[in-house]
């Protein structure tokens, strides 16, 4: 089993409609979470993170958590041909010691595809 | 304030050489941690570094080091190339002072091994 781990998509979204992306972790005592979005041949840009369950909005990006059932999600709103990219989750550990807290785990990426 | 840079970032080598990559994070951080990234195996961790000390280590052979340094610029360096080494290699800068840190990433130096 995957220590992070995304649907590969493609998902393909019309433009103007949500796109809901999730991700699942294994290890239970993960702390943060992030999302990044990478365009192609570029490097991957930070756009949301989220520490407490529930939901965090940020603009049209909305981060949830749920840590009993161990996943996270992000919901792109009113979607644009410009948020076509591959959307990252990753995952720190968070330990009391610090070894853990520059390490980020990251899942395999889903691919957004947005149709004007 | 400016953003995480590295040098160079294209890079073509030969099997069997080695290579230095730069990375100078963003002003105020301490951490900096590396990120090797290829379609096969997507962003896998090679070490994090704070305050001059390495704090983590990846699954990586003992080909790939790395340093910082007292201003916390790292370098990386991977010695004895081999054509499976291809990839982007990125690095990422955080303060590295709470186990909450945002990572923030450098635009990547690819690395082509022929």
């Known amino acids: 089993q995957k220590e992070v781990e995304q649907n590969s998509g493609p998902l393909s979204v019309p433009e103007g409609a949500i796109a809901s992306l999730n991700c699942t972790y294994s290890d239970r005592g993960s702390q943060s979470f992030f999302w990044y979005r990478q365009y192609s041949g570029k490097s991957p840009e930070l756009i949301m993170f989220?520490?407490?369950?529930g939901d965090k909005e940020d603009g049209r990006f909305t981060a949830q958590l749920n840590k009993a059932s161990q996943y996270v999600s992000l919901l792109i709103r009113d979607s644009q041909p410009s948020d076509s990219a591959t959307y990252l989750c990753?995952?720190?550990?968070?330990?009391?010691?610090?070894?853990?807290?520059?390490?980020?785990?990251f899942g395999a990426g889903t691919q957004v595809v947005v149709t004007p | 304030k400016a953003g995480v840079t590295q040098t160079p970032r294209y890079l073509i080598k030969t099997r069997g050489q080695q290579v230095t990559l730069s990375c100078s994070p963003i002003s105020g951080h301490r951490s900096v941690s590396w990120y090797q990234q290829t379609p096969g195996q997507g962003l896998q961790f090679l070490f994090e570094y704070f305050s001059e000390t390495q704090r983590n280590k990846g699954n990586f052979p003992g080909r790939f080091s790395g340093r910082q340094f007292s201003n916390s610029r790292s370098e990386m360096n991977v010695s004895t190339l081999e054509l499976g080494d291809s990839a982007l290699y990125l690095c990422a800068s955080s303060s590295g002072q709470t186990s909450y840190n945002e990572q923030f990433f450098g635009p990547g130096t690819r690395l082509t091994v022929l």
């Open positions: 990753a995952v720190n550990l968070g330990r009391r010691t610090t070894d853990s807290w520059g390490k980020l785990q």
């Open positions: 989220i520490y407490s369950n």
